[in-house]
């Protein structure tokens, strides 16, 4: 029997979900941050130890393995980057070709590509692509040993207009790459903007070429040498890497910028297909509880979209990205007394993998959510991931006490309740700014909890914000890699030809026509070539195509009814489209970008329906613990998430445990095993 293997790299953990035909393997081991390849490695040795076989036969029965990553997430937040050099066109060194750069995104450029590490070079090429300055071999020499003296380990290049010609960023790397041979330069790499995105805009494109440099030698690092481990192992695809956009790509088609937050993207896109095919929720909040942080994502009418143009920490990109909310709740998170308020603050700096919450007793000194957990009773000390690991129940406690207690002057359960309260508080004014953002009504959602603390966490949240109907999935703990599970490979070409698709007269201009059409058939043929490598035929694409195009109603993106444009009549069918979106049917009309999107379908995992047993969940009680539900401890009835079966009705108080997640029930809850053993917790109507 074949199988699929999706593995998503958190903070603190890696996730994996392996399928079988109907058969599915959860696997959760704990993230390496000194080299991820071992964690990556990890989860596929563990999962073979699940199923009785070894790694290596494993991978030569897999059919396709998709690794969903924060390696570039992580490199961004840690600020532990290469030093990065920056070539631009002479008098945009500052601002970057913005008429104006402060706040956030200029501290955030400023850190990664300091203003000392700038160097201006004179050239010119209009807005129509028209070179009127040479560039100078000369001055191109004189940059890049200005930067390399000053400690730069990778450069960038982006000069303006490159989009529509990017002939002189090509010139310049090439006169660098004849001067310096890479046996030279070591690790030095240089990069170019139009090579990272065709953004028209110069100061989206520079900000997208930065930030991907920025993140680029990581990235390389970690998924060429987990590509290798594969193939040294048997496996005899390429690796395809989760991309933030919504699919997933080989690793040589893998743009680093591509890679940022798409664990988190990939749980989000998950969900909403869980949503809308088995649930028919259109509307929901979703919140994914991990280690380091909790992200939140909100869908909306049965769909996620892209944006064109996010922004990561402030900094607006030119590569389309499906965005998240993030707060600091997750289970690493630490909690700190804050003088100010008298209280507690809680994240967002967060214990992480190691040293991980003072109870993983391997060098942790400061309080987290988990160590909160651990004393109110909801973990079992013995049983966290399956009692492969043993918590330290009296080290958190101290911890939390000497930290915490003694200076509020509070017992220790009593601190750590308030650690929770505090961090559900903040977590859940977090998710509502989301779903105001969205105009939506959060007592109108359903909430979708997963990640490691999302069953722990989720009834806190939707408690205080209206929510009476929470769905938690039966494979919680490892739903990004579930999610991962669910796309398709997915790439997108970009071009900018600035063409006239009609005059002001309203006449089509052949050439420019012809010049739109050779576009748009040199990016088919690009999605062709790169979609065998990746191992599929090109009959079995199918091909979306967008035009940004500006007229008398302003810039519109305007989605293509045709994958061509070869004559007037297919021209003019674009033409009614912008005048039917903008309200302007007169005009010139200008293509300045083109989109085409290849997609290819991969094998998917289909939650089988289970047969009705019955709201008796007495099978699969374990016992009774002492749980703190915030006036002191009750004796609350324990039951294992493994022995609950399609139609199980539990009330709370309770707790459920799983290997991998705890689902928390406080009173006036319940929770019902639905058809396909997800878990439905609504407030009770008694």
């Not at 490159?162 to 010139?171: D, M, Y």
């Not at 049983?383 to 406690?397: E, S, T």
């Not at 070409?493 to 063409?499: G, K, M």
Request: hydrophobic residues 35%.
């Amino acid at each position: 029997m074949d199988f699929t293997i999706d593995i998503d790299t958190g903070g603190s953990f890696t996730d994996g979900f392996i399928t079988a035909g109907d058969r599915v393997y959860q696997v959760k081991v704990d993230t390496t941050p000194h080299d991820l390849t071992v964690c990556f490695l990890n989860c596929i040795e563990e999962g073979a130890g699940q199923i009785g076989i070894s790694a290596e036969e494993l991978l030569s029965r897999t059919q396709v393995v998709r690794y969903s990553t924060t390696i570039g997430t992580n490199c961004l937040l840690q600020r532990n980057g290469p030093k990065l050099g920056l070539i631009a066109t002479e008098g945009f060194t500052d601002t970057l070709y913005a008429s104006h750069v402060s706040g956030e995104s200029a501290e955030v450029l400023d850190s990664i590509a300091s203003p000392g590490m700038r160097v201006g070079l004179k050239e010119e090429v209009t807005g129509s692509g028209k070179p009127i300055y040479p560039l100078s071999e000369g001055d191109v020499r004189e940059a890049v040993e200005f930067l390399l003296d000053s400690g730069a380990r990778s450069i960038v290049i982006s000069l303006r207009n490159s989009a529509v010609n990017p002939s002189h960023e090509q010139k310049a790397k090439a006169i660098i790459d004849s001067e310096y041979p890479r046996h030279y330069l070591g690790s030095v790499r240089i990069l170019t903007s139009s090579a990272v995105t065709a953004h028209p805009d110069n100061h989206i494109r520079t900000c997208s070429a930065v930030l991907n440099a920025y993140i680029h030698r990581d990235m390389v690092r970690y998924l060429y040498r987990a590509d290798e481990a594969l193939h040294q192992r048997g496996y005899r695809r390429p690796l395809l890497v989760v991309h933030s956009s919504g699919g997933a790509a080989r690793v040589a088609k893998t743009t680093a910028l591509n890679t940022y937050n798409s664990g988190p993207v990939a749980g989000l896109i998950g969900c909403s297909k869980i949503a809308s095919e088995l649930y028919k929720v259109k509307d929901f909040v979703s919140v994914d509880v991990g280690g380091t942080s909790v992200d939140i994502g909100v869908g909306l009418g049965g769909k996620l979209s892209a944006e064109r143009e996010p922004a990561i920490e402030g900094v607006p990109i030119g590569l389309p990205m499906v965005t998240l909310g993030t707060a600091g709740g997750g289970g690493g998170s630490i909690a700190r007394i804050d003088p100010a308020a008298k209280g507690v603050r809680v994240g967002p700096e967060s214990a992480g993998a190691l040293p991980g919450p003072v109870a993983y007793d391997l060098g942790g000194m400061e309080p987290t959510i988990t160590d909160a957990d651990l004393v109110l009773g909801y973990l079992d000390p013995d049983y966290f991931l399956g009692g492969r690991k043993r918590l330290a129940k009296d080290k958190a406690a101290a911890a939390i006490n000497n930290l915490i207690a003694s200076g509020l002057g509070l017992s220790v359960e009593e601190a750590a309740w308030k650690i929770i309260q505090t961090s559900e508080d903040d977590v859940s004014r977090q998710i509502k700014e989301n779903i105001d953002r969205k105009g939506l009504k959060a007592g109108n959602l359903t909430l979708f909890a997963f990640g490691g603390g999302g069953g722990t966490r989720c009834c806190g949240y939707a408690s205080r914000l209206g929510i009476s109907r929470v769905i938690v999935f039966a494979f919680n703990a490892v739903a990004s890699a579930f999610g991962a599970s669910t796309m398709d490979i997915l790439h997108t070409y970009e071009r900018s030809p600035r063409a006239t698709l009609r005059t002001a007269s309203g006449s089509y201009p052949a050439s420019e026509l012809k010049s739109i059409g050779q576009s748009i058939a040199e990016m088919m043929e690009s999605a062709k070539r790169d979609m065998r490598g990746e191992g599929f035929a090109p009959e079995d694409l199918t091909f979306k195509l967008e035009f940004g195009m500006r007229g008398k109603g302003g810039f519109q993106w305007i989605e293509s009814p045709l994958v061509q444009m070869k004559n007037e009549a297919e021209a003019n069918k674009l033409c009614k489209l912008y005048a039917s979106r903008s309200g302007k049917d007169s005009g010139k009309l200008t293509v300045e970008s083109i989109t085409l999107q290849a997609e290819c379908v991969t094998p998917h995992y289909q939650l089988p329906a289970s047969p009705e047993q019955g709201p008796d969940p007495q099978k699969a009680k374990k016992g009774t613990r002492d749980v703190y539900w915030g006036k002191g401890f009750v004796k609350t009835d324990i039951y294992g998430h493994d022995r609950l079966r399609c139609g199980n009705r539990i009330e709370g108080p309770a707790i459920i445990e799983s290997p991998d997640t705890t689902y928390v029930i406080p009173k006036g809850w319940t929770y019902t095993v639905d058809k396909y053993l997800n878990g439905i917790m609504e407030v009770s109507r008694t």
